[in-house]
């Protein structure tokens, strides 16, 4: 009876070594299988990242330019680093322009809060990859309202044993020409107004030309900004050896926006206005009362 | 043959049997073991990826003109717009089993004084829950995903975590 058993014992250990060789082939294909869907699941995890940054930024990158150009034109473009009272620059003295570099300025606090978003986004549940953000540089396209922040270097995301997703590092905002433009405006009034002064022989010449003035750029600006203009007190020694201030302040009056107001510590919507002053006359032996204003700490 | 027959030899039939069975048994439950904790990775990522889509969907709207972000800043720091009750018709379709929900998560933390001169904001002054309308017990929301909206600038606050919670 025995004898029968040795072919179907052959039989068995033969369909043993192929289930064996079967199942082996089969676990490392599921292996393979799964490994490959874990880390497509985690690509898909880091796309999601990058998918959420790229929505983000352009929410920051308008929020840091209110900010910014609030802050700048408050300060004249830059009262810091300039001649100035109460935080306030002189942006002519005596037919000298002082005008601070605005443009640089307000690009250098837009970068600074920029940062400090890009910063704080980093930090959500949907990747832990490390997520490297690049140096960004600011382009204002004043004419048609764009605002575009771009680098040399792409957006990265990357776990080191996988993959680096890259994406684009170039984006773009459309803001408002008048609110971007608010520097230039006040550049042209300065200019309108110092020479109008430089011509005149006496305070109330200058006065009574100041006001001409006034009602030009408010035509010439209607439905786009205020223009308030506030003479101050003769300081020279004489109505025609005279020497004044004068208080220029642009506001944007198309819209109010989201922004924080250091010296009140809170957030409001407000319109973005643009205060410098200007000092002139015949009277040069007048200086103008500067004092120191320090940085607003981001 | 003898080899086989000799069923107190070191390697009879019986023992021949027992060692296939411990074989297979040794190299299945290693196997199903793995798939089994394999399963349950992908399920977990799967359900995390399904949480973070539907959070990507969310803020990828707009909304009269404005984007998601941008309307949830306002709401977080001025309540503008007050009403963000829309959204749950956005997560009806996104969340295929209905069953979500969104929130803040730090929102019970509203405002802690540090000092006397300064206020440390640790959650935006406005708060944000929205429920989706099944509430049997079968709607218990199991994965997550966690963004932080911008928030319109404040030194103190920057961001607002926004969780979404579904099944």
Known sequence: MNKGIGPLIILVIIGAIALYGVLCAYIFGRTIVDQQAQIESSVITTINKMEYIKREIPAAMRYSFYQSIYDVANRGGGASSSSSYNCIPYWNIFGQDTIPNYQENSDKVFLTIFSKYLSSMSDSSMSDSTISLPNFQVNKGVAAGKLTVSSNEPLMIANPEFYTVKDSSTFSIDVSPDTIGIFDAGKDAANQLTETISKSSSYSDALSEVINLQSSLDTKYSGHYNIIIQPEGNLGNGSSKFAFRIRVIIVDTNDKYPIYDFSENKNDYKNVALSFYLFEGTDSSIHPQINSCSPINY | ?167
């Open chain 2, 1 to 167: 043959m003898r080899f086989f027959k000799n069923k107190k030899g070191i390697f009879g039939l019986d023992d021949f049997l027992a060692l296939t069975a411990i074989s297979a048994l040794l190299v299945l439950i290693p196997f199903f073991t793995l798939k089994y904790h394999v399963n349950n990775v992908l399920q977990f990522e799967n359900k995390y990826n399904t949480a973070d889509l539907a959070m990507l969907a969310l803020i990828s709207m707009k909304s009269d003109g404005s984007d998601m972000p941008t309307l949830l800043g306002g709401h977080f720091i001025y309540n503008s717009p007050s009403d963000l009750s829309f959204l749950k018709k956005y997560l009806d379709d996104f969340v295929p089993s209905k069953c979500y929900e969104l929130q803040t998560p730090d929102a019970s933390n509203t405002v802690t004084s540090t000092s006397e001169t300064q206020t440390q904001i640790s959650t935006a002054p406005y708060s944000l829950l929205i429920k989706s309308t099944v509430s049997d017990n079968s709607c218990t929301p199991d994965s997550t995903s966690t963004v932080n909206i911008v928030l319109p600038y404040n030194p103190q606050k920057l961001t607002q975590k926004l969780e979404l919670r579904i099944s």
